[in-house]
């Protein structure tokens, strides 16, 4: 099935900037969303419903699982989270792009669904650098740290397997080059033949 919007799956290690990255793209450019995720763990303390996610119990994620409603699926902990497949198919139906952010698993996931989804990898400019970012938290222990720094480099060997490589050293210049990639790919030919096929009609009579 084609598609007016594209899907981008948008996969870093911990501490690569990812969520801040996605925010600003959201922020200031047109016509993009970012999937509001399934989950089962609790609402926390300022989260809302349906905006940060959706807050489900485990039977009834189980029961969406079973009716193959999930796009994606994983389960971290004893929590499950999920991306809605109807959602998704159905926003980018109507012209919008949508964004998931989706580690490397969750991506390949996606792309056996829906496999003109763009994948968008996001890195620090060295270990030194997402080491003093996940330090400078200031909210985890040092084992705790370390962990994530073992799950990072498993997270990192899996940037082969996306469309698009941003470094984030400079945040405003891997911005703009977040942000071209998507502009981008709304230039195709594929992508203005769906959008403007009125137009070329008419220009062609």
Known sequence: MSYLGTLYTVSAPSGA????????LVESTRGIKVSVSHTTR????????????HFVNHES?????????????????????GTSKTWVEETL?????????????????????????????????????????????????EDVIQKRMA??????SHYVEADYLVI????DEALTEFRSIVLARRQTLEKQQQKHQDLLSGLLS
């Not at 009716?67 to 902990?77: I, K, P, W, Y």
């Not at 919008?96 to 991506?107: F, K, M």
């Not at 799950?151 to 990192?156: F, G, L, Q, R, T």
């Open 61 to 81: 994620f189980a029961f969406m699982v079973g009716e193959a409603e999930f796009l994606e699926h994983a389960q971290v902990f004893t929590n499950f989270y």
């Open 151 to 156: 799950e990072a480099k498993n997270e990192i």
């Open 168 to 171: 984030n050293d400079d945040f």
């Open 93 to 141: 139906t109507t012209g919008v792009d949508v964004i998931l952010e989706i580690d490397w698993q969750g991506a390949e996931q996606v792309r056996k669904q829906i496999p003109s989804a763009v994948g968008v990898f996001i890195l620090p400019p060295s270990r030194e650098t997402l080491l003093e970012r996940l330090t400078g938290r200031g909210q985890d222990g």
């Open 17 to 24: 900037g990812k969520t801040s990255l996605v925010k600003a």
């Open 42 to 53: 609790s609402i926390r303390p300022g989260e809302q419903d349906g905006i940060n996610y």
